[in-house]
């Protein structure tokens, strides 16, 4: 199998099957599944997922027995993959599946291929959110990253499965991968409005948690042993 799909879904009925058969168009010539991750939703978001795999054979699901959170759902998805490399996109719709045979082919020059949403289609008060929270980011981390809260990105499993866990990690990836002596780079992508369903984030959620959680990792960084290889004779 070429790649594994994560999708971490709450409350995205919707969503689901726009999105199932916009990755099936833009993965045909390769070997993939698709993963829904339902992270406790309490509409018919499962039942929809189950729904698509009388056709689309690719579909997995895996469910939350309560809401846990993105990168718990995440984390979920990634360990329960079969392939070597993964791509994550939002279940919201805004991230354009057509990127991801773009971000996959970047593979070969990094263990972590960003998205960079470089036109955002959201309404101006998430972009400011966005701006500042990917500013004070970059500036205290240095990750060279211009958008970490990017949700589309192709990333090597093996060294996913060796970061540390936490709620909120995925907002933390380049820096992460960084740490663990990965190589990260960015992939200009396309953003897409929001045309189903509705934000489960608020102004608290994706800035000052966020920021919050920054020193966590400034901390995680501070103790680290970059590049570390073990081999056996």
Known sequence: ??????????????????????????????????????DGSTD??????????????????????????????VCSGVRHARAEWIATLDGDGQNDPADIP???????????????????RDTWLRHVQSRVANGVRGRLLGDGTPDTGCGIKVMRREVFMDLPRFD??????????????????????????????????????RLWVGIVDIFGVMWLRRRAKPGLRVTED
């Open 168 to 205: 909120h990690m995925h907002r933390f990836l380049p820096a992460l991968f960084l740490r663990a002596g990965a190589r990260v780079v960015s992939v200009p992508v396309a953003h897409r409005p929001r045309e189903r369903g509705a934000s489960k984030y608020g102004l608290f959620d």
């Open 102 to 120: 773009t971000l996959y082919e970047a593979r070969h020059s990094a263990e972590l291929v960003m998205g960079n949403r470089v036109q955002r």
């Open 44 to 73: 018919d978001t499962a039942a929809a997922v189950r729904a698509l795999r009388k056709d689309i054979p690719q579909v997995r699901l895996l469910s939350h027995s309560f809401r846990s959170g993105q990168s718990a759902a």
């Open 1 to 38: 199998m070429d790649i594994s799909v994560v999708i971490p879904v709450c409350n995205e009925v919707d969503n689901v099957g726009p999105l199932a058969r916009e990755i099936v168009t833009a993965l045909s010539d390769r070997e993939f599944e698709i993963i829904f991750v339902d």
